[in-house]
């Protein structure tokens, strides 16, 4: 029973077998050692077998040591009287023979012991087997399987970093830095257990993989698919700079049509309207959008109380008239003066005399998010003074509208009190400085003449109030659409348009707008 104990003492060996699962994930089992013991214990028996073996073998030659002195003593004997030797000789046999039967007898008997000492070893052993198989408490230093009171745990001790209880025997996962339970390590979007052979990572969070790309893989706003990545396996999208719309980059090559007011890319479950000269308009700017001559008077009528609040007024009745686009070009080429905003013009102030196509009616959706039923009219203009007339691009929503007015009408304005021939930089600088104004004044002034004073040093509250009382309530979208045409103004990037007007701005922030009119009069530039 030797082998028992060195078994119950045990090795303080304790084997782990690793798979690599992912990257920092690796599955753990405590190997069975169980099969190592009981072929230690049986080796320890037949060691003992082999010893007890060895004692028969000792014991037989001790009897024929005696044997044979039994005959040296008969020989000796002999010689004094034969009958002696005959007397003596038989009790020596006898002796011998009884000396050998109790040798056999023994070493058979041992032989039987030792067979039946195996089978309780082996029954034994199979016993400890199965009671290691069903899980062992922890033992304690000197071998026992029973733990003194109160309960200390063993150095090799693991807690699960999900239930934070004791993982013991078994399979777990050794991840993140600490070790779980199979179902304790879960997807930090799904809940549910991670069995795949890799996961991500995100916030010290574990995520399926399929579960991270849908959280965290961008995916374009306008196919809804996940944006692919590049040649060299990167992410790579576009983004508007202003709505931060993400898209594939070949929809800039797949002629996606983009809203002509807003420039957001149409998505594949939305509908644009389409208008007749070819323009998209998406359904939010449509909301708010002017669509015809008599529908636009009002907000004509705001821009020139804004400008006389200003001490601006425009003393002409200069024709304001909603165009499309093809009349607006033809104007323009007709037009010799003037600098235009390209790739495509919006507004114009004429001062030449022309024949001009403008919309009479609202023109109303048909199948297909298609305009239909517009009613155009040719309008004869005729030169009375420097300007004849104001021209604007219909479908547009009422905020970009009013600014574009209030640029052009600015261009009126110059040309109306006598400004000589200016740059481009200059005059459509100022003007984009009134365009801004105007916006500044519509989103976040109680009334026009907060900001017009500020930048004119001068005011005229009574018909900014009356401008202002106007002003129905604005959508969350219109609102995020004036600060959208701001930032349209502002982060320009042409010389004439951008450059014009950041340093106009500059100009009438310093001085004033009265004092850089007159500089730009006396100078045809802006002051610094």
């Known amino acids: 029973m030797g082998w028992l104990?060195?078994?119950?003492?045990?090795?303080?060996?304790?084997?782990?077998?690793?798979?690599?699962?992912?990257?920092?994930?690796?599955?753990?089992?405590p190997r069975d050692s169980v099969e190592e013991d009981v072929d230690i214990a049986i080796a320890l028996s037949l060691s003992e077998l082999d010893q007890k073996g060895k004692s028969v073998i000792e014991d037989e030659s001790e009897s024929e040591d005696d044997e044979q002195s039994a005959k040296f003593e008969s020989d000796s004997d002999e010689?004094?009287?034969?009958?002696?030797?005959?007397?003596?000789?038989?009790?020596?046999?006898?002796?011998?023979?009884?000396?050998?039967?109790?040798?056999?007898?023994?070493?058979?008997?041992?032989?039987?012991?030792?067979?039946?000492?195996?089978?309780?070893?082996?029954?034994?052993a199979k016993a400890l087997?199965?009671?290691?198989?069903?899980?062992?408490?922890?033992?304690?230093?000197?071998g026992s399987i029973f733990q003194p009171f109160p309960f200390f745990m063993p150095a090799g001790y693991r807690i699960c970093a999900g239930c934070k209880l004791e993982i013991g025997h078994g399979r777990y996962l050794s991840c993140m830095g600490t070790v779980w339970h199979p179902e304790c390590f879960r997807c930090r979007a799904c809940n549910l257990p991670i069995t795949d052979y890799e996961y991500s990572m995100s916030g010290n969070h574990p995520y399926h993989k399929s579960c991270y790309k849908e959280q965290h893989h961008p995916r374009c706003d306008v196919c809804k698919n996940f944006i692919p990545t590049n040649s060299n396996g990167l992410i790579e999208y576009r983004a508007h700079p202003f709505w931060l719309q993400k898209y594939c980059p070949s929809h800039e090559r797949d002629r996606t049509p983009r809203c002509c007011s807003c420039e957001r890319m149409e998505p594949r479950d939305a509908r644009y309207l389409l208008l007749d000269d070819g323009r998209k308009l998406c359904l939010e700017c449509l909301d708010s959008a002017i669509m015809d001559t008599h529908e636009c008077q009002p907000l004509y009528l705001e821009i020139q109380d804004f400008y006389e609040g200003l001490n601006m007024k425009v003393k002409q009745q200069v024709p304001m008239l909603l165009v499309e686009r093809q009349a607006l070009n033809e104007a323009m080429e007709g037009e010799k003066n003037g600098h235009h905003h390209m790739p495509e013009t919006r507004g114009l102030c004429l001062s030449e005399e022309q024949t001009v196509t403008t919309i009479l009616r609202r023109p109303k959706i048909g199948a297909g998010y298609r305009m239909i039923d517009m009613v155009t009219e040719p309008h004869r203009l005729i030169r009375r003074c420097e300007v004849t007339a104001i021209l604007v691009l219909y479908g547009l929503p009422r905020l970009l509208t009013g600014s574009i007015l209030a640029h052009e009408m600015m261009h009126a304005w110059l040309r109306l009190n006598g400004y000589p021939n200016l740059s481009p930089e200059v005059e459509e600088g100022i003007?984009?400085?009134?365009?801004?104004?105007?916006?500044?004044?519509?989103?976040?002034?109680?009334?026009?003449?907060?900001?017009?004073?500020?930048?004119?040093?001068?005011?005229?509250?009574?018909?900014?109030?009356?401008?202002?009382?106007?002003?129905?309530?604005?959508?969350?979208?219109?609102?995020?659409?004036?600060?959208?045409?701001?930032?349209?103004?502002?982060?320009?990037?042409?010389?004439?348009?951008?450059?014009?007007?950041?340093?106009?701005?500059?100009?009438?922030?310093?001085?004033?707008?009265r004092r850089t009119l007159d500089h730009i009069r006396m100078t045809g530039s802006f002051p610094f």
């Open 431 to 513: 003007c984009q400085v009134l365009a801004h104004m105007w916006l500044d004044a519509e989103m976040y002034s109680t009334s026009g003449s907060d900001v017009a004073s500020s930048s004119a040093s001068s005011s005229s509250s009574s018909s900014s109030s009356s401008a202002s009382s106007k002003k129905g309530k604005r959508s969350d979208f219109e609102k995020k659409l004036g600060d959208f045409f701001k930032h349209q103004i502002e982060s320009d990037s042409s010389t004439a348009y951008g450059e014009g007007f950041r340093i106009g701005n500059k100009a009438v922030l310093k001085y004033g707008l």
């Open 129 to 142: 087997q199965e009671s290691l198989n069903m899980g062992s408490p922890p033992r304690d230093d000197n």
């Open 5 to 29: 104990t060195k078994i119950l003492k045990g090795s303080s060996y304790k084997g782990h077998s690793h798979q690599k699962y992912g990257h920092d994930r690796t599955w753990d089992e």
């Open 79 to 124: 010689q004094p009287t034969k009958v002696q030797s005959d007397d003596d000789e038989k009790p020596a046999k006898v002796q011998s023979d009884d000396d050998e039967k109790p040798a056999k007898f023994q070493y058979e008997e041992d032989e039987q012991s030792a067979e039946v000492q195996l089978e309780e070893d082996e029954q034994l």
